[in-house]
């Protein structure tokens, strides 16, 4: 049984390198930007559970029934929690089985997907990505934010581009989370390639709406052809947050 968690924040400003360059004055609001934790007292955050394990799974944050027989590339709901540490079950649904136990930290101010993976190391076991969004007001009405996270088994590092052929993530590899990215907001097509071969993996057409954040969770098992890509709205775009 595992007990890794990892934790991921990128405390810098995630969209530094589009305020230095002029053409994206008209889309980023720089004077009122918010970076990084909250100065804010609010002592709530949220927190939503992403199964992308190879089973289905019970999950049980202290007495808080998270999920019962939640499927291989479902959520659940965000719950709400004040900041602080608590103890994190999971178990196999049928039958029934203990397979992860650790204790995870919750700050204040946040929304965070608990994402249920393989453990890299070892495919039969279970590892944990505490992955936050932190509320950014640094967009304006027509600009989207992005980020991609490689959860799928085996993959090798894979880069997406969109329409025109522009890369706007490279080398992510399994694990591993992107950071955030503004796009013009709009529709697109999305192919996901392997970086070194320019494989394509995945395509999919999706529209980003305007002033908006999402994450692109990569999942399946690579070796099997079987890859989704998951793009839930992030809880920032409507939660209760400062």
Not at 15 to 33: E, G, I, R, T, V
Not at 58 to 83: C, H, S, W
Not at 197 to 202: G, N, P
Not at 220 to 227: A, L
């Amino acid at each position: 049984m595992n007990d890794e968690i990892r934790q991921f924040y990128n405390y810098s400003n995630p969209y530094n390198q589009y305020f230095a360059n002029s053409q994206w004055n008209n889309y980023l609001d720089n004077a009122n930007a918010v970076h990084g934790l909250s100065n804010c007292f609010c002592k709530k955050s949220f927190l939503r559970v992403l199964n992308t394990y190879n089973d289905t799974l019970d999950v049980q944050i202290n007495d808080i029934i998270m999920a019962e027989n939640l499927k291989v590339g479902d959520f659940t709901r965000y719950v709400k929690f004040e900041p602080g540490t608590y103890q994190m079950k999971i178990y196999v649904s049928e039958p029934k089985k203990l397979v992860f136990e650790s204790a995870i930290d919750i700050d204040q101010n946040l929304a965070y997907t608990g994402a249920i993976s393989q453990d890299d190391a070892d495919k039969t076991d279970i590892s944990v990505l505490i992955i936050p969004e932190a509320k950014e007001y640094a967009n304006k009405g027509k600009m989207t934010g992005i980020r991609l996270i490689n959860l799928a088994a085996d993959a090798p590092d894979i880069e997406l581009t969109v329409t025109d052929g522009a890369v706007i993530f490279s080398g992510i590899n399994y694990g591993d989370v992107s950071n955030n990215v503004a796009v013009p907001s709009g529709r697109y097509k999305l192919s996901l390639r392997e970086k070194e071969s320019k494989k394509e993996v995945k395509t999919m057409n999706i529209d980003f709406a305007p002033s908006m954040h999402y994450t692109l969770f990569v999942a399946g098992e690579y070796d099997n052809n079987d890859i989704k890509i998951i793009i839930p709205e992030d809880g920032v775009n409507y939660l209760e947050l400062c």
